[in-house]
């Protein structure tokens, strides 16, 4: 019986400490070609800024509007939002991801480049 108590408490905080594991993958995850996802659901004003087309003034409208009015469903609600125009909603490019939630991909302003910064090109894979 104590045998049985230990295994399963084992079994127990094993899967625990997996789902940590998870989350915090899950957390950091970035888009395929590495950019950074940023969560529209969760993301702060600082965060939301970081979204090209995004100002100050428009973060902030986007965390007011899921205070009163909740999460984002679809890429749509993103229109409802005083201050975001159609100009605006196009430059963040809203994306749905694998598990329904949605993100914009998260943009460096061209003042944080290196003019020493270049695209170098990838050897094709030898696969």
């Known amino acids: 019986m104590r045998?049985?108590?230990i295994g399963s408490l084992m079994?127990?905080?094993v899967l625990?400490?997996?789902l940590i594991f998870v989350g915090n993958a899950a957390?950091?995850?970035t888009g395929g070609t590495g950019e950074s996802r940023i969560p529209l659901n969760?993301?702060?004003v600082s965060q939301l800024q970081k979204i090209d087309g995004v100002t100050a003034r428009?973060?902030?409208s986007i965390v007011e509007y899921r205070k009163t009015s909740g999460f984002f469903k679809k890429a749509a609600d993103l229109k409802n939002v005083p201050g975001v125009t159609t100009t605006i909603y196009r430059k963040m490019d809203p994306q749905v991801g694998a598990e329904g939630d949605l993100y914009?991909?998260?943009v460096e302003s061209e003042d944080d480049w290196d003019e020493d910064d270049e695209d170098i090109?990838?050897?094709p894979s030898k696969c």
Do not use: N, W
Request: glycine share 8%; with cysteine.
């Open 104 to 106: 914009c991909v998260g």
């Open 58 to 60: 428009v973060a902030k």
């Open 16 to 18: 625990g400490v997996t």
């Open 3 to 5: 045998k049985r108590i």
């Open 11 to 13: 079994t127990i905080l």
């Open 27 to 29: 957390a950091q995850h």
């Open 42 to 44: 969760l993301a702060s």
């Open 121 to 123: 090109p990838l050897a």
